[in-house]
């Protein structure tokens, strides 16, 4: 298996625009989950899913962030308009049901607002 | 006060030497404890997980879990120059609640 997979790797782009980050899972795996890493704030989690249904979004910071897991297989989060804020290295992940500390992470969406 | 405390260094250490990598915790329902690597610009990986208090070995690698003073360590013995890199903690209460997660201690073993 090629792991998760994340497109972009980089992203720049100026405020006010959308963007779209896109995950694909590994096969099989349960759970998918959407985190932001900063430097001052460290890991946070923004929004999970299981069988592609969103169980807690209670992470993502405001109404300019939206997921979306449309089958088993891939999985979007979209920040519109986005902001400077925003800036910050996206990761998602998958697990199995069972094995819950198992989580695989990709290698991550590095996205700069300016 | 933060579920999770971890120190984010950085922890510099010469090559060889035995590194000792902690997290405390608040909550006494955690139950299940992760140590996760993360080198630059890649994801954390995991390294040790561990259900419950005591001991976990694998390779150079021992992760420990004291649940009466919710401390939790990882030890790397023989450390080395490829061991650079930010160790997280994670835990979590049971199969349905999230993972909470360290702030990330980051060790650097210089040659």
């Known amino acids: 298996d090629a792991g998760v997979i994340q497109s972009p790797r980089h992203e720049v782009t100026e405020m006010g625009q959308e963007v779209t980050l896109r995950c694909k899972p590994i096969?099989?795996?349960?759970?998918l989950f959407w985190y932001r890493q900063t430097m001052m704030r460290g890991l946070e989690l923004l929004i999970y899913?299981?069988?592609?249904?969103?169980?807690?979004d209670s992470g993502m910071p405001e109404d300019r962030f939206s997921a979306k897991m449309p089958n088993a297989s891939f999985s979007t989060l979209k920040i519109q308009p986005s902001e400077p804020r925003d800036s910050a290295v996206y990761f998602c992940?998958?697990?199995?049901?069972?094995?819950?500390?198992?989580?695989?992470f990709g290698s991550g969406t590095r996205l700069t607002v300016v | 006060q933060k579920e999770v405390e971890q120190d984010p260094g950085p922890l510099s250490v010469p090559e060889g030497a035995i590194v000792s990598l902690n997290c405390t915790y608040s909550?006494?329902?955690?139950?299940?404890f992760m140590w996760y690597r993360q080198y630059s610009r890649k994801g954390p990986e995991l390294l040790m997980y561990?259900?419950s208090s005591g001991n976990k070995e694998d390779g150079r690698f021992t992760a420990q879990v004291d649940k009466s003073s919710k401390y939790i360590s990882l030890f790397i013995r023989d450390s080395q120059p490829s061991d650079s890199a930010t160790y997280l903690c994670?835990?979590?209460?049971?199969?349905?609640?999230?993972?909470?997660w360290g702030a990330g201690t980051k060790l650097i073993i210089k040659p």
């Open positions: 992940a998958s697990r199995t049901q069972q094995e819950l500390g198992g989580y695989t």
């Open positions: 909550n006494s329902a955690f139950q299940y």
């Open positions: 899913f299981n069988n592609n249904v969103p169980i807690d």
């Open positions: 561990t259900y």
């Open positions: 096969s099989g795996h349960d759970y």
């Open positions: 994670a835990m979590s209460a049971n199969s349905n609640y999230q993972l909470i």
